[in-house]
């Protein structure tokens, strides 16, 4: 079980009565009969590449979806095991991919030691500490 953002639900709902049927054990992304799309037909059928270009993004992959999701829940804070267990991963380092692309949270984490260091969160002294490499 995974969360769905509010922000989808409506699309999802469309999507959902427009091309899955009423069975609960329907797929949500079906092929043409309401079995599993083939990856040999999904871009046939999705029409992913024009439909990629037409919304300005040429060269997106169907995959690059799950990549954007799982750097937005990286970037939400959660820790490796709760990141992990979103994203299905069942090893460290695949889930560390994610993390690793928003290294810029240890910005914010600096600039929240700084404040409880001096006390204040002002900005008088300009912005947090250099970063330093750590292995």
């Known amino acids: 079980m995974v969360g769905i953002p509010q922000r989808i639900v409506s699309a999802l709902r469309e999507h959902l009565d427009t091309y899955v049927q009423a069975d609960p054990g329907s797929l949500v992304f079906p092929g043409m009969k309401g079995g599993p799309l083939r990856r040999s037909g999904f871009n046939t059928r999705t029409r992913w590449v024009d439909v990629a270009r037409e919304v300005g993004l040429p060269g997106l992959h169907f995959h ?18 709760d990141l992990m267990a979103r994203v299905g991963h069942d ?45």
Do not use: F
């Not at 690059?64 to 959660?78: I, M, P």
């Not at 560390?96 to 409880?116: K, L, N, P």
């Open 64 to 81: 690059d979806l799950r990549h954007t999701g799982n750097v937005l829940a990286a970037e939400s804070g959660a820790g490796l095991k």
């Open 91 to 135: 090893n460290v380092r695949a889930a560390m991919i994610y993390q690793h692309a928003v290294r810029g949270a240890d910005r914010v984490i600096t600039e929240a030691i700084d404040w409880q260091i001096l006390g204040r969160d002002d900005d008088e002294d300009g912005p947090a500490g250099v970063l330093i490499p750590m292995g």
